[in-house]
């Protein structure tokens, strides 16, 4: 007992020092306890409340209430347009037409767009807007006192013609350098470019897509995350292009969240009105999801109807996340042609890396900026550095394996919502890593 004496005089020695460290750095340990009491608040959510973190928009109720968002092919240009969605600007599509049953279907058109154009009742006013317009459409009778005013040869000007007159407008669409549009006959043409006009004028939100090298490597966990970052700062918008993926609603807890999935837009061609207010929305996030056994077997997004729904995104969201499928459809070519930045989610195995050449292959000269994030398990088998230099993609991140990733999406907790993990540190720099607008760019991919 007496040799431990000495033992147990340091021991309580010590302690009593590092309580007199305590004592001295009371008031920082107190700071530290309170930021540490309100993380956890802010972490430890539960479901209940977490389904109540949405966003609200003058939306008509009774739309919402009477809707069946699983219904297949019904209509899909929503009427409710939230207020604080800027109007096109007048005078950005000049009509110049004296045909008055012409004008009409003209004007028709451009209410179903949503575009308010400038109609001039004299042609002769052409000349001081010619050069400001977004577009200009000349009725077919107004070809002859055009062609005689000299103006400057420009693109986006149209002789608008019916199936009787298309041989005349021929004839004035060589004198001035215009194209021919007959009506009724490509009115969804013209729609669609007068939809395209709508979104340079508005400018466009940025479009992140992400695809996996191969299965299981978290990709739509980064594609959730993605949005749960981006959803702090911006409007932000997740599509979910993969009709095998089981829904992305179930990995972000919302598949209970009402709201209109892919099979309310299987019949989505041209032009799409504003989708806020009409999709399920988590911790200020909208969804497009697949739905669970709504489609016919097979069924899939195409190309067409992906467009449409992301030239709608990019008119009403800052950020658009589309989760994409490793089978590269056209449908996916048409999102990586207009993305911004694709993100490629690759293992650190020599399986990773053959994986990922060939999607590089695949993805030649078809999408401009591409890079890697390196999925790396305990093990660290290969470094990231290798890893990108052998695939020969540009290294943006890594993301280690997360075992209560897993855990948290089976309970419906999204990843990303932490916003101290790795994952959210990641996404933040990925965001980071978007390249500014540029208008020249984004206006090349919205009207082709």
């Known amino acids: 007992m007496r040799q431990n004496c000495p033992r147990r005089a340091n021991r309580l020695l010590s302690s009593k020092i590092k309580f007199a460290q305590v004592d001295l750095r009371k008031d920082w340990f107190e700071a530290a306890l309170r930021r540490a009491l309100v993380h956890r608040c802010k972490v430890a959510r539960s479901v209940v409340h977490r389904f109540r973190l949405t966003r609200t928009y003058p939306v008509d109720i009774h739309t919402l209430l009477d809707m069946d968002p699983r219904t297949l092919g019904q209509p899909t240009i929503p009427a409710n347009v939230p207020a604080n969605v800027p109007a096109n600007v007048p005078g950005n599509v000049i009509v110049a037409i004296g045909d008055s049953e012409l004008l009409d279907q003209v004007l028709s058109i451009t209410a179903v767009v949503g575009v308010e154009p400038l109609v001039l009742g004299d042609v002769g006013l052409l000349r001081q807007h010619w050069a400001s317009a977004s577009m200009i459409l000349l009725g077919v009778d107004q070809g002859s006192r055009v062609s005689t005013m000299g103006l400057a040869r420009r693109t986006e000007v149209y002789i608008v013609a019916e199936e009787r007159n298309a041989n005349q407008a021929q004839h004035w669409s060589m004198q001035l350098g215009a194209a021919v549009v007959t009506v009724p006959a490509s009115a969804s043409w013209l729609s669609d470019a007068l939809a395209n006009v709508a979104v340079v004028g508005r400018g466009t939100g940025r479009l992140v897509c992400v695809l996996g090298g191969s299965g299981g490597v978290g990709a739509s966990t980064l594609a959730a995350a993605l949005a749960f970052v981006a959803a702090r700062t911006q409007r932000t918008m997740i599509i979910d292009a993969d009709h095998l993926s089981g829904g992305l609603d179930l990995l972000l807890g919302a598949e209970r969240t009402p709201g209109w999935r892919w099979p309310r837009l299987a019949t989505a061609r041209g032009h799409l ?176």
């Open 273 to 448: 009105g504003n989708l806020t207010g009409q999709l399920p929305s988590v911790d200020g996030i909208d969804v497009l999801s697949m739905a669970r056994g709504e489609a016919p077997p097979g069924w899939a997004p195409q190309a067409e109807q992906l467009k449409a729904v992301m030239l709608s995104a990019m008119r009403s969201y800052d950020i658009t996340v589309v989760d994409l499928s490793r089978t590269l459809s056209v449908a996916a070519w048409e999102a990586l042609r207009r993305a911004d930045l694709a993100i490629l989610v690759v293992r650190d195995d020599i399986r990773g890396i053959a994986a990922g050449r060939e999607v590089v292959r695949d993805l030649e000269g078809e999408c401009e900026r591409l890079g890697l994030v390196v999925r790396h398990g305990r093990s660290h088998l290969l470094e990231p550095k290798l890893v990108a230099g052998s695939i020969g993609l540009p290294l943006l991140g890594s993301l280690a394996e997360d075992p209560t990733l897993v855990l948290a999406a089976e309970r419906g907790d999204p990843p990303g919502r932490s916003a101290r993990s790795s994952l959210s540190r990641l996404c933040r720099q990925l965001i980071d890593a978007l390249p500014l607008e540029d208008p020249a760019r984004q206006k090349a991919l919205v009207s082709s």
